[in-house]
T-cell receptor
Framework: DTGVSQDPRHKITKRGQNVTFRCDPI?????LYWYRQTLGQGPEFLTY????????KSRLLSDRFSAERPKGSFSTLEIQRTEQGDSAMYLCASTAGGSADTQYFGPGTRLTVL | AQKITQTQPGMFVQEKEAVTLDCTYD???????LFWYKQPSSGEMIFLIY??????QNATEGRYSLNFQKARKSANLVISASQLGDSAMYFC??????????????FGSGTRLLVRP
């Protein structure tokens, strides 16, 4: 059983460009989460999927951000017209569901916007 | 509102000694879960230990134990016999357990632990 994987691990882009990140959860995990972590802080929740349905979005997720999880498997997070303030580590986590289940995290995608 | 507080930005411990990392939380939900994660410099969040709000005994996982004091709303992580590989950031996190909720995690700001040889 492989863990959560994320691609790419690092992304450097220029301000104004669009970027897309991918997350592959642990197989058969029906819940998938995206978090953002800025330097020196703990991760902050961005959005949550149960299967293919996006059920909750944080106020941090501006209209430049969009996330999808087609077919309830992998997920993508797209940021349009990137800004320097978008520079952060983007973490994906998955769980089988239930209040006692642990969220397992991927290695993260570190985004740098120049 | 839910909140996690970690008051120790950085801690030192001598190799082979025990260390306690502090965590206090605030919630009005009677059902919640508390987690500790380790984040090495590589960036991945590694799950260490979980404590449910209704669990009667403190959780233990190998060298990790969670000192859960419900009345004081604290969930301190104790690492016994510290190893050099324990040097990392440590995050306390909470999840409220309402039915049909997202069960998203709320994280503290972390404690950086440095183990001295």
């Amino acid at each position: 059983d492989t863990g959560v994987s994320q691609d790419p691990r690092h992304k450097i882009t220029k301000r104004g460009q669009n970027v897309t990140f991918r997350c592959d959860p642990i197989s058969e995990h029906n819940r998938l989460y995206w978090y953002r972590q800025t330097l020196g802080q703990g991760p902050e929740f961005l959005t949550y999927f149960q299967n293919e349905a996006q059920l909750e979005k944080s106020r941090l997720l501006s209209d430049r951000f969009s996330a999808e999880r087609p077919k309830g498997s992998f997920s993508t997070l797209e940021i349009q017209r990137t800004e320097q303030g978008d520079s952060a580590m983007y973490l994906c986590a998955s769980t089988a569901g239930g209040s006692a289940d642990t969220q397992y995290f991927g290695p993260g995608t570190r985004l740098t916007v120049l | 509102a839910q909140k996690i507080t970690q008051t120790q930005p950085g801690m030192f411990v001598q190799e082979k000694e025990a260390v306690t990392l502090d965590c206090t939380y605030d919630t009005s939900d009677p059902s919640y879960g508390l987690f500790w994660y380790k984040q090495p410099s590589s960036g991945e969040m590694i799950f260490l230990i979980y404590q449910g709000s209704y669990d009667q005994q403190n959780a233990t996982e190998g060298r990790y134990s969670l000192n859960f004091q419900k009345a004081r709303k604290s969930a301190n992580l104790v690492i016994s016999a510290s190893q050099l590989g324990d040097s990392a950031m440590y995050f306390c996190a909470m999840r409220e357990g309402q039915m049909d909720s997202s069960y998203k995690l709320i994280f503290g700001s972390g404690t950086r632990l440095l183990v001295r040889p």
